[in-house]
Antibody, heavy 118, light 108 residues
Framework: QVQLVESGGGVVQPGGSPRLACAVS????????MHWVRQAPGKGLEWVAF????????YYADSVKGRFTISKDNPKNTLFLQMNSLRVEDTAVYFC???????????WGQGTLVTVSS | EIVLTQSPATLSLSPGERATLSCRAS??????LAWYQQKSGQPPRLLIS???TRATGIPARFSGSGSGTDFTLTISSLEPEDVAVYYC??????????FGQGTKVEIK
């Protein structure tokens, strides 16, 4: 069955640069687009980034554009989110999500919490 | 950017009652709207795509309807395990993909 397992969260200082990873199984990353979606504590859902199946076409929310980079390692079936210049307002649970049909968020990981605090 | 507005913010009903959740889009999204259920401490789960198509394994008491700018998620007979926050989300004119602010469903 489809599984997505995020890692890499923790407490980071403002300006920090953690990298999140999402190990997927039950499907081949080569053939699917993938998203990162985040949820600040007690708040709603915010789409962050998307990478198409080809791995070359990428889209970002305005709130993270220029600071975050999404990528995927198809042979390792792993999705990444490189986060730079972190701000307090980036504090959230980050979910890795398998895409279907360019915008149906079909399967979600359990999420990894990133806390930006000094 | 398309804004999705959900109502009510909170819905408090007794088991067995019908729950009706609304999602209104700031411009037409055709039928490209999905609904998600998020239980406390869990990730969201896809319930409905294309406005009315239930995802695999979703009970028949969940149904979606609407097109254009007005959509409804109906739970025909509320079960205790349906306590959750429900979000709508569109997939037209992306990016960005946006979500509504959520409707919290409680049991009286």
């Amino acid at each position: 069955q489809v599984q997505l397992v995020e890692s890499g969260g923790g407490v980071v200082q403002p300006g920090g640069s953690p990298r999140l990873a999402c190990a997927v199984s039950g499907f081949t990353l080569t053939f699917y687009g993938m998203h990162w979606v985040r949820q600040a504590p007690g708040k709603g859902l915010e789409w962050v980034a998307f990478v198409r199946s080809d791995g070359n076409t990428k889209y970002y929310a305005d709130s993270v554009k220029g600071r975050f980079t999404i990528s995927k390692d198809n042979p390792k079936n792993t999705l990444f989110l490189q986060m730079n210049s972190l701000r307090v307002e980036d504090t959230a649970v980050y979910f890795c999500v398998k895409d279907r049909d360019y915008g149906n968020f079909e399967y979600w990981g359990q999420g990894t919490l990133v806390t930006v605090s000094s | 950017e398309i804004v999705l507005t959900q109502s009510p913010a909170t819905l408090s009903l007794s088991p067995g009652e019908r729950a009706t959740l609304s999602c209104r889009a700031s411009q037409s999204v055709g039928n490209s709207l999905a609904w998600y259920q998020q239980k406390s401490g869990q990730p969201p789960r896809l319930l409905i795509s294309e406005a009315s198509t239930r995802a695999t394994g979703i009970p028949a008491r969940f149904s979606g309807s609407g097109s254009g700018t007005d959509f409804t998620l109906t739970i025909s007979s509320l079960e205790p395990e349906d306590v959750a926050v429900y979000y709508c989300q569109h997939r037209v004119t992306w990016p960005p993909w946006t979500f509504g602010q959520g409707t919290k469903v409680e049991i009286k």
